[in-house]
């Protein structure tokens, strides 16, 4: 059996991505560039991670403060994800401790991390020795079956021969074993399937909101926008709006922004309804201002309904 080592731990993250090329994360890793690698990034931050995946996140990214994750991520260095998509396309042999974590949580290798590997080592070398002919294991210890030791030494037969084993006992546990069974088909034939989980559905951004496309594909056919994987906070949340001055920008209570902008390279303003990257261009969408409400935004739609007597 191959000792587990770091060497190891890194070769077998690679072999994983090998052979499922980024699994959920696919859409992200099939062809992984320094941008996927920062899209996949905050994917991970709107999921409930564990203790240990966050602890892998803050090893990478180093955040400063709790609530601004996602704005550390948008701003982080480019440069710093390029040994990881080297490392994933055999350009480099090994990574930094740093980058292999992320890599195991990208790709969901367990255990991670490299603490939590080397642990199973114990796990796998706890067998009982091997006997030879002499009744012996290969530590030379003799091995007392079908006995009793006491303190002493003193080995003692069983008493009146062989147990009868407690029928009423094994009767007992076998039908509470079964009522267990029963009780848990029963109530999960009752649950609703809401939160089933989607084999090869994906999304793509299609003109204004995302939509379900299947995973074999790599762009939506009309729009030539790439395949990325399903992110069902995304799909039901991001979407590019149309905004008036009868629009609601800011949250009554905390005053925080709803709305988020983007310049194109003509000078025209598109608005979005979540944070994130813009889903064509790739460049981090900016908080609404009163500024930019007050420099671009119309005064009402086209709309009979946008006027006002």
Same mark, same amino acid.
């Given at each position: 059996?191959?000792?587990? %080592?770091?060497?190891?731990?890194?070769?077998?993250?690679?072999?994983?991505?090998?052979? =499922?090329?980024?699994?959920?994360?696919?859409?992200?890793?099939?062809? &992984?560039?320094?941008?996927?690698?920062?899209?996949?990034?905050?994917?991970?931050?709107?999921?409930?991670?564990?203790?240990?995946?966050?602890?892998?996140?803050?090893? !990478?990214?180093?955040?400063?403060?709790?609530?601004?994750?996602?704005?550390?991520?948008?701003?982080?260095?480019?440069?710093?994800?390029?040994?990881?998509?080297? !490392?994933?396309?055999?350009?480099?042999?090994?990574?930094? +401790?740093?980058?292999?974590?992320?890599?195991?949580? *990208?790709?969901?290798?367990?255990?991670?991390?490299?603490? =939590?590997? *080397?642990?199973?080592?114990?796990?796998?070398?706890?067998?009982?020795?091997?006997?030879?002919?002499?009744?012996?294991?290969?530590?030379?210890?003799?091995?007392?079956?079908?006995?009793?030791?006491?303190?002493?030494?003193?080995?003692?037969?069983?008493?009146?021969?062989?147990?009868? &084993?407690?029928?009423?006992?094994?009767?007992?546990?076998?039908?509470?074993? $079964?009522?267990?069974?029963?009780?848990?088909?029963?109530?999960?034939?009752?649950? +609703?399937?809401?939160?089933? +989980?989607?084999?090869?559905?994906?999304?793509?951004?299609?003109?204004? $909101?995302?939509?379900?496309?299947?995973?074999?594909?790599? %762009?939506?056919?009309?729009?030539?926008?790439? $395949?990325?994987? *399903?992110?069902?906070?995304?799909?039901?949340? !991001?979407?590019?709006?149309?905004?008036?001055?009868?629009?609601?920008?800011?949250?009554?209570? %905390?005053?925080? &922004?709803?709305?988020?902008?983007?310049?194109?390279?003509?000078?025209?303003?598109?608005?979005?309804?979540?944070?994130?990257?813009? &889903?064509?261009?790739?460049?981090?969408?900016?908080?609404?201002?009163?500024?930019?409400?007050?420099?671009? $935004?119309?005064?009402?739609?086209?709309?009979?309904?946008?006027? %006002?007597?």
């Amino acid at each position: 059996m191959e000792i587990k %080592t770091s060497d190891s731990y890194q070769k077998e993250i690679l072999k994983k991505y090998k052979k =499922e090329r980024g699994g959920e994360m696919k859409g992200y890793l099939m062809e &992984p560039t320094s941008r996927q690698i920062r899209e996949a990034c905050i994917s991970l931050l709107r999921k409930e991670n564990s203790k240990n995946d966050n602890y892998i996140l803050n090893r !990478f990214f180093q955040f400063k403060n709790e609530n601004d994750k996602l704005k550390t991520i948008q701003k982080f260095d480019a440069d710093r994800f390029k040994p990881v998509v080297n !490392f994933l396309k055999g350009k480099a042999q090994k990574t930094s +401790p740093e980058n292999i974590e992320l890599i195991a949580l *990208l790709i969901d290798f367990q255990p991670r991390p490299l603490q =939590e590997y *080397l642990k199973s080592i114990d796990a796998n070398t706890n067998k009982k020795a091997p006997e030879n002919e002499s009744g012996k294991n290969t530590t030379g210890k003799k091995i007392i079956t079908g006995e009793n030791i006491d303190i002493g030494g003193n080995s003692k037969g069983k008493k009146n021969g062989t147990k009868k &084993p407690n029928w009423k006992l094994v009767i007992t546990i076998i039908f509470a074993f $079964v009522a267990i069974i029963l009780s848990t088909l029963f109530l999960k034939s009752r649950l +609703p399937n809401n939160h089933a +989980p989607l084999e090869n559905v994906c999304m793509a951004w299609a003109d204004s $909101v995302y939509v379900k496309l299947s995973c074999n594909i790599k %762009t939506h056919s009309k729009y030539g926008t790439r $395949v990325e994987p *399903l992110d069902p906070i995304k799909l039901a949340n !991001f979407k590019k709006v149309n905004v008036t001055m009868s629009t609601t920008f800011f949250a009554d209570k %905390t005053n925080l &922004p709803l709305i988020w902008y983007h310049k194109t390279s003509e000078g025209d303003i598109e608005y979005f309804t979540s944070a994130g990257l813009h &889903p064509v261009t790739g460049e981090t969408l900016r908080k609404i201002t009163p500024y930019i409400i007050q420099t671009y $935004v119309p005064l009402h739609s086209n709309s009979e309904d946008s006027f %006002t007597n």
